[in-house]
């Protein structure tokens, strides 16, 4: 690609930049973002190679003759963005975006972009850090990772293809969902982890005794609740725009809670120790399939 645009030159946005321009795939990378600061440094950093604003007639400029633009801001930024580029966006752009839900986000696309909304392809890259900005940015992060795509029924073949080799010159492994599959599934897989850990981290905090607690809590602590150092603006925003299919994960898991607690309060060790058996059994089949789905293969992965 001769030109790639990014707004959000953080950790997913910044880490694509590098992975392309490792792999020789872009000739030039320019960085949108809020952050006048932020954006100085993805430039020192040398994320891009040159910072473009979402002013007029500046960020005419930084569209122009763009092969590709990549949305990874905060998804309640989507629809804002969209609609200040869609009057600069030429018919041989292709804009995609790294946003954790969809069905929002292909709505704010149909609102934003009207007839221009064939060259918008809805992308999700699974793959990410608990730390944020520039500075988070690796060139390796999307290696063997998954990156859905949840293509609409006006793109052309060709657009998704130009968004899929981008991410698979970063390495990563191409699968095909639904908006709506895909917004079902992450918020059980993803978006309910993300509430839980920073539930239970707020919860010990509010403790009378939080310092003596977080004095002991060890590895199995640090690692429940990793995901909890994540951007609180990125997954609020996530939350909120997958609220419906958050809201059915969670009822289930707390009916779950309820249960447990009722086997807990009965003492009764069988019960307890079979929900533990499954889990157990059911996250080895899980590490099994996905180190084996992560290995280096070349065939797209639909589903």
């Known amino acids: 690609m001769n030109k790639v645009v990014i707004f959000g030159v953080g950790l997913i946005g910044g880490s694509f930049a590098l992975a392309l321009k490792k792999a020789g795939a872009v000739r030039e990378i320019v960085g949108v973002g809020r952050s006048a600061a932020s954006m100085a440094r993805a430039l020192e950093l040398g994320i891009i190679d040159s910072i473009g604003v979402t002013v007029e007639p500046s960020l005419a400029g930084a569209l122009h003759g763009a092969d590709l633009v990549l949305l990874a801001a905060p998804v309640a930024q989507t629809a804002a963005i969209l609609a200040a580029i869609a009057p600069h966006l030429a018919a041989g752009t292709v804009v995609t975006d790294a946003g954790s839900t969809k069905s929002d986000v292909v ?95 707020d919860d010990v905090a509010n403790k009378p005794h939080a310092d003596l607690l977080f004095q002991y809590a060890a590895s199995g602590f640090r690692d429940f609740t990793r995901i909890a150092g994540s951007s609180p603006e990125m997954w609020r925003d996530i939350s909120l725009a997958n609220q419906p299919a958050l809201l059915a994960e969670l009822d289930a898991y707390m009916a779950q809670l309820t249960q447990l607690r009722a086997h807990l309060a009965a003492h009764d060790g069988g019960a307890l120790e079979r929900v533990y058996s499954n889990a157990q059994h059911a996250r080895h089949q899980w590490i099994t399939a996905i180190e084996a789905a992560e290995a280096p293969q070349s065939p797209d992965k639909a589903g």
């Open 107 to 201: 709505a704010a696309a149909r609102q934003a972009l009207g007839g221009k909304v064939a060259q918008f392809v809805p992308g999700h890259p699974i793959a990410g850090r608990e730390t944020n900005g520039p500075d988070a940015a690796i060139d390796h992060l999307y290696i063997g990772k998954k990156v859905v795509l949840t293509a609409l029924a006006e793109n052309s073949e060709a657009d998704i293809e130009r968004v899929a080799a981008a991410w698979r010159a970063c390495g990563a492994l191409i699968h095909r969902l639904t908006p709506e599959a895909h917004d079902k599934v992450f918020a059980a897989v993803s978006h309910l982890p993300h509430l839980l850990a920073y539930a239970l981290v």
